[in-house]
């Protein structure tokens, strides 16, 4: 069984700090990362995506991907009250299709203003 | 505007009757799946389509059923022989390498 393994939280930051989200993941040949954020009965919403070893940095998200330890995080920088919310880590095996991808069980975020 | 439309929003089903939850596209992807989400819990596949008139299951199958008759649109059924069907359902489109959610529906048993 492949394994998205994510802390549940809740991860409380005040406002204007780095939040720090983790996921590490099983299957050692993954290709392909995502990063959704999700409010609180709303759908996924795709924030980032990284594929190859390093920083990839988009506005105030970081991606961070390690496929030797097969971990890979996500740092929001200068956080805001509207960043509360659920991180959903998404794994694929493939470069491409979706139906392969597993997702973890998510990240609550509280920014604390 | 492009995008995934889900309907309904919220859908209350009886014990024993089957329920359609409607996914439209205008995107033009090929690819589309539906997940199912339970509370503390990551998406789950239930099924997916690539091409038109084809279908697989995915993870948790049982107890529903779908079509693609058209590209831009794939139904799900969700059958009387699910036994525990309340969550909130997701129906997805991808143009190959990221997929782009619907605003979902919450389906509840009563």
């Known amino acids: 069984q492949k394994e998205v393994e994510q802390n549940s939280g809740p991860l409380s930051v005040p406002e204007g700090a780095i939040a720090s989200l983790n996921c590490t993941y099983s299957d050692r040949g993954s290709q392909s990362f995502f990063w959704y954020r999700q409010y609180s009965g709303k759908s996924p919403e795709l924030i980032m995506f990284i594929y190859s070893n390093g920083d990839k940095e988009d506005g105030r998200f970081t991606a961070q991907l390690n496929k030797a330890s097969q971990y890979v995080s996500l740092l929001i920088r200068d956080s805001q009250p509207s960043d509360s919310a659920t991180y959903l880590c998404?794994?694929?095996?493939?470069?491409?299709?979706?139906?392969?991808?597993?997702f973890g069980t998510g990240t609550k975020l509280q920014v604390i203003p | 505007d492009g995008g995934i439309t889900q309907s309904p929003k919220y859908l209350f089903r009886k014990e024993g009757q089957n329920v359609t939850l409607s996914c439209e596209q205008n995107l033009n992807h090929d690819a589309m799946y539906w997940y199912r989400q339970d509370p503390g819990q990551g998406l789950r596949l239930i099924y997916y389509?690539?091409?038109?008139?084809?279908?697989q299951k995915g993870d948790i199958a049982e107890g529903y059923s779908v079509s693609r008759e058209k590209k831009e649109s794939f139904p799900l059924t969700v059958t009387s022989a699910q036994k525990n069907p309340t969550a909130f359902y997701l129906c997805?489109?991808?143009?190959?390498?990221?997929?782009?959610f619907g605003q979902g529906t919450r389906l509840t048993v009563v």
């Open positions: 998404a794994v694929n095996p493939f470069s491409g299709g979706y139906q392969k991808v597993t």
């Open positions: 389509s690539q091409i038109v008139n084809d279908f």
């Open positions: 997805a489109s991808s143009p190959g390498f990221e997929a782009f």
